[in-house]
């Protein structure tokens, strides 16, 4: 199975921050990687797919980068409700995997 | 607008069953493979199982393999997961969620607001 490391695990900023999370993968997995945030109490929401490209919807703050095995998902300008966890998730192979989340808390 | 809609949790003993439902509604659900995720509290995101479009083809996580078995009914907009044999590892929110393949990758586009299994003597 291809294990998914994300970092950090969590952190804290304030709103305008510029904040970036780290993805990465155990092997190569090409641009299969898509990103989602969640909320408490709420289903995940797709915000990236293909490592880079944007679901309908989501603000351009949000971005994605990255190929191979190293992978990042940058808010450009932090807002209140951004706060949130966010996970990385392989579709190279199954069984689909997902990163163990970063929770972004209020600073 | 696209709805996943779960029900079927609850309390249930370790060794016994449970079925989970999704009902699917604004999109044409015959066309879309659909998948069970689940999260154990306070957790990450586990992806469970995978139905192709059609029904032929199923794959699941080695954590429910043989005792798990995914299934849909197209005439009704229905994907359901028959859980036997239930641990209390299995405890989670379990949440249907529709596939899509786009610009070669696959991901997971709409989630359903989720179901809680609660394994426990």
């Known amino acids: 199975d291809i294990q998914m490391t994300q970092s950090p695990s969590s952190l804290s900023a304030s709103v305008g921050d510029r904040v970036t999370i780290t993805c990465r993968a155990s092997?190569?997995?090409?641009?299969?990687l898509n990103w989602y945030q969640q909320k408490p109490g709420k289903a995940p929401k797709l915000l990236i797919y293909a490592a880079s490209s944007f679901q309908s919807g989501v603000p351009s703050r949000f971005s994605g980068s990255g190929s191979g095995t190293d992978f990042t998902l940058t808010i450009s300008s932090l807002q209140p409700e951004d706060f949130a966890t966010y996970y990385c998730?392989?579709?190279?192979?199954?069984?689909?995997?997902f990163g163990q989340g970063t929770k972004v808390e209020i600073k | 607008q696209v709805q996943l809609v779960e029900s079927g949790g609850g309390v249930v003993q370790p060794g016994r069953s449970l079925r989970l439902s999704c009902a699917a509604s604004?999109?044409?659900?015959?066309?879309?493979?659909m998948h069970w995720v689940r999260q154990a509290p306070g957790k990450g995101l586990e992806w469970v199982a995978v139905?192709?479009?059609?029904?032929?083809?199923?794959t699941y996580a080695d954590s429910v393999q043989g005792r798990f078995t995914i299934s849909r009914d197209n005439s009704k907009n229905t994907l359901s997961l028959q859980m036997n044999s239930l641990r209390t590892e299995d405890t989670a929110v379990y949440y249907c969620?529709?596939?899509?393949?786009?610009?070669?990758?696959?991901?997971?586009?709409?989630w359903g607001q989720g179901t809680l299994v609660t394994v426990s003597s």
């Open positions: 969620a529709r596939g899509k393949y786009s610009n070669f990758v696959y991901y997971f586009d709409y």
């Open positions: 139905i192709w479009y059609d029904g032929s083809n199923k």
């Open positions: 604004g999109f044409t659900f015959s066309y879309y493979g």
């Open positions: 092997q190569s997995i090409s641009t299969y």
């Open positions: 998730q392989q579709s190279y192979s199954t069984p689909w995997t």
